[in-house]
Protein backbone atom coordinates (compact mmCIF):
# COMPACT_ATOMS: atom_id res chain seq x y z
CA UNK A 1 0.00 0.00 0.00
CA UNK A 2 1.29 3.33 -0.69
CA UNK A 3 0.92 5.49 2.55
CA UNK A 4 1.55 9.36 2.04
CA UNK A 5 2.25 12.19 4.75
CA UNK A 6 2.70 15.65 3.50
CA UNK A 7 4.36 17.79 5.91
CA UNK A 8 4.92 21.27 6.26
CA UNK A 9 7.97 22.50 7.84
CA UNK A 10 8.62 25.92 10.42
CA UNK A 11 5.27 26.01 11.73
CA UNK A 12 5.28 28.93 14.18
CA UNK A 13 8.32 30.81 12.23
CA UNK A 14 5.86 33.20 11.18
CA UNK A 15 2.01 34.00 11.18
CA UNK A 16 2.37 33.75 6.98
CA UNK A 17 3.61 30.22 7.37
CA UNK A 18 0.46 29.56 9.75
CA UNK A 19 -1.59 30.80 7.69
CA UNK A 20 -0.67 28.35 4.84
CA UNK A 21 -0.68 25.61 6.60
CA UNK A 22 -4.11 26.22 7.64
CA UNK A 23 -5.08 27.04 4.37
CA UNK A 24 -3.29 23.86 2.92
CA UNK A 25 -4.72 21.66 5.48
CA UNK A 26 -8.28 22.90 5.03
CA UNK A 27 -8.30 22.94 0.94
CA UNK A 28 -5.75 21.12 -0.23
CA UNK A 29 -3.33 17.95 0.58
CA UNK A 30 -1.46 19.04 3.61
CA UNK A 31 -1.32 16.29 6.78
CA UNK A 32 1.20 17.39 9.31
CA UNK A 33 3.09 20.07 10.59
CA UNK A 34 6.61 20.81 12.44
CA UNK A 35 6.44 23.49 15.24
CA UNK A 36 9.19 25.54 15.89
CA UNK A 37 8.25 26.31 20.04
CA UNK A 38 10.45 29.36 19.59
CA UNK A 39 8.85 30.50 17.19
CA UNK A 40 8.22 34.23 16.45
CA UNK A 41 4.51 32.88 16.06
CA UNK A 42 4.68 29.75 17.90
CA UNK A 43 1.35 30.45 19.98
CA UNK A 44 -0.22 31.72 16.70
CA UNK A 45 0.67 28.01 15.43
CA UNK A 46 -1.02 26.21 18.24
CA UNK A 47 -4.01 28.30 18.28
CA UNK A 48 -4.10 26.77 14.36
CA UNK A 49 -3.04 23.55 15.52
CA UNK A 50 -6.01 23.19 17.64
CA UNK A 51 -9.08 24.36 15.48
CA UNK A 52 -7.83 22.02 13.15
CA UNK A 53 -7.91 18.91 15.18
CA UNK A 54 -7.07 16.52 12.09
CA UNK A 55 -3.58 17.87 11.03
CA UNK A 56 -1.13 15.98 12.94
CA UNK A 57 1.66 18.37 14.42
CA UNK A 58 5.15 17.21 15.72
CA UNK A 59 8.61 19.08 16.98
CA UNK A 60 10.10 20.92 14.30
CA UNK A 61 13.71 21.01 17.08
CA UNK A 62 15.61 24.07 15.87
CA UNK A 63 19.83 24.03 17.20
CA UNK A 64 21.07 26.30 14.10
CA UNK A 65 20.40 29.90 13.23
CA UNK A 66 16.90 30.24 14.93
CA UNK A 67 16.07 31.54 18.44
CA UNK A 68 16.54 29.31 21.07
CA UNK A 69 14.19 28.01 24.06
CA UNK A 70 16.73 28.75 26.33
CA UNK A 71 18.25 32.04 27.77
CA UNK A 72 21.66 32.65 26.06
CA UNK A 73 23.36 32.30 29.22
CA UNK A 74 22.78 28.68 29.69
CA UNK A 75 23.53 27.93 26.52
CA UNK A 76 26.68 30.15 25.52
CA UNK A 77 28.00 28.15 23.48
CA UNK A 78 25.37 27.53 20.92
CA UNK A 79 24.66 31.06 20.36
CA UNK A 80 26.10 34.24 19.04
CA UNK A 81 26.43 37.37 20.39
CA UNK A 82 22.74 38.12 19.56
CA UNK A 83 21.10 35.44 21.50
CA UNK A 84 20.54 33.21 18.18
CA UNK A 85 21.81 29.73 17.26
CA UNK A 86 25.10 29.92 15.70
CA UNK A 87 25.19 29.23 11.73
CA UNK A 88 28.38 27.85 11.02
CA UNK A 89 26.73 24.38 11.67
CA UNK A 90 30.30 22.54 10.89
CA UNK A 91 32.00 24.42 13.91
CA UNK A 92 29.27 23.94 16.45
CA UNK A 93 28.56 20.23 15.51
CA UNK A 94 32.51 19.69 16.20
CA UNK A 95 31.91 21.55 19.25
CA UNK A 96 28.93 18.98 20.44
CA UNK A 97 30.80 15.91 19.80
CA UNK A 98 34.22 17.03 21.24
CA UNK A 99 33.40 19.32 24.56
CA UNK A 100 31.41 17.91 27.29
CA UNK A 101 30.25 21.26 27.99
CA UNK A 102 28.39 22.02 24.89
CA UNK A 103 27.20 18.33 24.62
CA UNK A 104 25.26 19.50 27.93
CA UNK A 105 24.00 22.63 26.94
CA UNK A 106 23.15 20.70 24.17
CA UNK A 107 21.15 18.60 25.90
CA UNK A 108 19.20 21.05 28.03
CA UNK A 109 18.09 22.64 24.92
CA UNK A 110 16.66 19.92 23.61
CA UNK A 111 15.43 19.08 26.55
CA UNK A 112 13.70 22.51 26.83
CA UNK A 113 12.25 22.13 23.31
CA UNK A 114 10.52 19.07 24.60
CA UNK A 115 8.97 20.52 27.79
CA UNK A 116 7.74 23.32 25.47
CA UNK A 117 6.48 21.20 23.10
CA UNK A 118 4.98 19.09 25.46
CA UNK A 119 3.40 22.28 27.34
CA UNK A 120 1.35 22.79 24.49
CA UNK A 121 -0.69 19.63 25.10
CA UNK A 122 -0.67 18.64 21.57
CA UNK A 123 -0.19 15.20 20.67
CA UNK A 124 3.45 14.57 19.35
CA UNK A 125 3.17 13.49 16.25
CA UNK A 126 6.54 13.03 14.89
CA UNK A 127 10.08 14.77 15.44
CA UNK A 128 12.62 16.24 12.87
CA UNK A 129 15.07 19.17 13.21
CA UNK A 130 15.83 22.47 10.96
CA UNK A 131 18.72 22.11 8.23
CA UNK A 132 18.41 18.28 9.20
CA UNK A 133 20.79 18.37 12.40
CA UNK A 134 19.81 15.35 13.48
CA UNK A 135 22.03 13.65 11.04
CA UNK A 136 24.42 14.54 13.11
CA UNK A 137 25.37 11.32 15.35
CA UNK A 138 25.79 14.01 19.41
CA UNK A 139 22.11 15.68 18.17
CA UNK A 140 20.29 12.32 17.26
CA UNK A 141 21.50 10.53 20.15
CA UNK A 142 20.46 13.00 22.35
CA UNK A 143 17.30 13.49 20.41
CA UNK A 144 16.41 9.89 20.87
CA UNK A 145 17.16 9.81 24.53
CA UNK A 146 15.48 13.02 25.45
CA UNK A 147 12.51 12.52 22.83
CA UNK A 148 11.43 8.73 24.23
CA UNK A 149 10.99 10.40 27.49
CA UNK A 150 8.38 12.64 25.81
CA UNK A 151 6.76 9.95 23.73
CA UNK A 152 8.51 10.60 20.54
CA UNK A 153 7.15 7.85 18.00
CA UNK A 154 8.26 8.94 14.57
CA UNK A 155 11.37 10.91 13.11
CA UNK A 156 12.49 11.85 9.53
CA UNK A 157 15.51 10.39 7.70
CA UNK A 158 15.58 13.05 4.89
CA UNK A 159 17.26 11.19 1.69
CA UNK A 160 15.32 10.74 -1.60
CA UNK A 161 17.24 7.41 -2.52
CA UNK A 162 18.84 4.51 -0.89
CA UNK A 163 22.86 5.09 0.10
CA UNK A 164 24.97 3.77 2.95
CA UNK A 165 24.24 6.74 5.05
CA UNK A 166 20.61 6.99 4.65
CA UNK A 167 20.66 3.18 5.37
CA UNK A 168 22.67 3.36 8.49
CA UNK A 169 19.81 6.40 9.69
CA UNK A 170 16.95 4.19 9.41
CA UNK A 171 18.42 1.03 11.26
CA UNK A 172 19.68 2.95 14.06
CA UNK A 173 16.14 5.02 14.41
CA UNK A 174 14.30 2.01 14.13
CA UNK A 175 16.47 0.10 16.42
CA UNK A 176 15.02 2.64 18.81
CA UNK A 177 11.23 1.72 18.09
CA UNK A 178 10.98 4.62 16.01
CA UNK A 179 9.00 5.09 13.05
CA UNK A 180 10.76 5.71 9.77
CA UNK A 181 9.77 6.89 6.24
CA UNK A 182 10.52 4.14 3.63
CA UNK A 183 10.54 7.34 1.23
CA UNK A 184 11.31 11.41 1.85
CA UNK A 185 11.28 13.75 -0.94
CA UNK A 186 11.88 17.52 -0.57
CA UNK A 187 15.57 18.23 -0.37
CA UNK A 188 16.53 17.79 -3.26
CA UNK A 189 13.77 21.01 -4.37
CA UNK A 190 13.57 22.74 -0.96
CA UNK A 191 12.01 25.65 -1.41
CA UNK A 192 11.05 25.01 -5.18
CA UNK A 193 8.48 22.22 -4.58
CA UNK A 194 6.28 23.81 -7.35
CA UNK A 195 2.82 21.99 -8.63
CA UNK A 196 4.52 20.12 -11.38
CA UNK A 197 7.52 19.08 -9.33
CA UNK A 198 5.02 17.81 -6.70
CA UNK A 199 3.00 16.02 -9.60
CA UNK A 200 6.09 13.64 -10.92
CA UNK A 201 6.58 12.83 -7.10
CA UNK A 202 3.30 12.09 -6.75
CA UNK A 203 3.23 9.95 -10.20
CA UNK A 204 6.37 7.42 -9.35
CA UNK A 205 5.12 7.18 -5.44
CA UNK A 206 6.31 3.73 -4.19
CA UNK A 207 4.78 1.34 -2.17
CA UNK A 208 5.14 1.68 1.76
CA UNK A 209 5.25 5.36 4.34
CA UNK A 210 6.31 8.20 2.32
CA UNK A 211 6.78 11.48 3.23
CA UNK A 212 6.79 14.94 0.98
CA UNK A 213 8.01 18.26 3.22
CA UNK A 214 7.70 21.64 1.96
CA UNK A 215 7.73 25.07 3.18
CA UNK A 216 4.52 27.04 1.88
CA UNK A 217 4.14 30.31 3.08
CA UNK A 218 1.34 33.08 1.67
CA UNK A 219 4.82 35.36 1.06
CA UNK A 220 8.42 35.85 2.27
CA UNK A 221 8.48 36.89 6.22
CA UNK A 222 11.34 38.26 8.58
CA UNK A 223 13.54 35.71 8.66
CA UNK A 224 12.57 33.47 5.67
CA UNK A 225 15.22 32.43 3.27
CA UNK A 226 16.23 34.10 0.16
CA UNK A 227 14.71 32.56 -3.02
CA UNK A 228 12.55 30.13 -1.89
CA UNK A 229 8.88 30.32 -3.37
CA UNK A 230 6.84 30.09 -0.52
CA UNK A 231 3.75 31.56 -2.27
CA UNK A 232 4.38 28.68 -4.95
CA UNK A 233 4.83 25.98 -2.60
CA UNK A 234 1.27 26.49 -1.43
CA UNK A 235 -0.22 26.66 -4.74
CA UNK A 236 1.04 23.44 -5.20
CA UNK A 237 -0.55 21.90 -2.49
CA UNK A 238 -3.45 23.40 -3.55
CA UNK A 239 -3.52 22.75 -6.76
CA UNK A 240 -6.58 20.78 -8.40
CA UNK A 241 -4.54 18.48 -10.57
CA UNK A 242 -2.67 17.46 -7.36
CA UNK A 243 -5.76 17.32 -5.25
CA UNK A 244 -7.05 14.94 -7.80
CA UNK A 245 -4.11 12.80 -8.39
CA UNK A 246 -4.34 11.82 -4.40
CA UNK A 247 -8.07 11.04 -4.72
CA UNK A 248 -7.81 9.18 -7.63
CA UNK A 249 -4.33 7.05 -6.78
CA UNK A 250 -6.12 5.21 -3.46
CA UNK A 251 -3.26 7.02 -1.30
CA UNK A 252 -3.66 6.37 2.34
CA UNK A 253 -2.93 9.45 3.77
CA UNK A 254 -2.22 11.28 7.25
CA UNK A 255 0.31 11.84 9.59
CA UNK A 256 2.81 8.98 11.33
CA UNK A 257 -0.15 8.65 14.07
CA UNK A 258 -2.07 7.95 11.50
CA UNK A 259 0.81 4.49 10.36
CA UNK A 260 1.87 3.15 13.59
Known sequence: MKQLIVTADDFGAAREVNEAVEIAHRDGI????????????????????????????????????????????????????????R??????????????????????????????????????????????????????????????????KAVRVPFET????????????????????????GLRWSGAMTAARLASILANLPEGLNEIYMHPATGPYPGSAPGYRYAEELGALLDKQVIEKIKSSGYRCGGFADFS
Not at 88 to 99: K, V, Y
Not at 119 to 129: E, I, K, M, R
Not at 177 to 184: I, N, T
Request: net charge positive.
Open 162 to 185: DNVVASWQKRRFRANGLRVPDRVY
Open 87 to 152: SDMARTGAAMFFLPRVRRQLAAEIEAQFRTYAATGLPLDHVNTHKHFHLHPTIASQMVRTGKRYGM
Open 30 to 85: LTAASLMVAGPAAADAVAVAKRNPSLRVGLHLTLVQDRPTLAAAQIPDLVDEDGFF
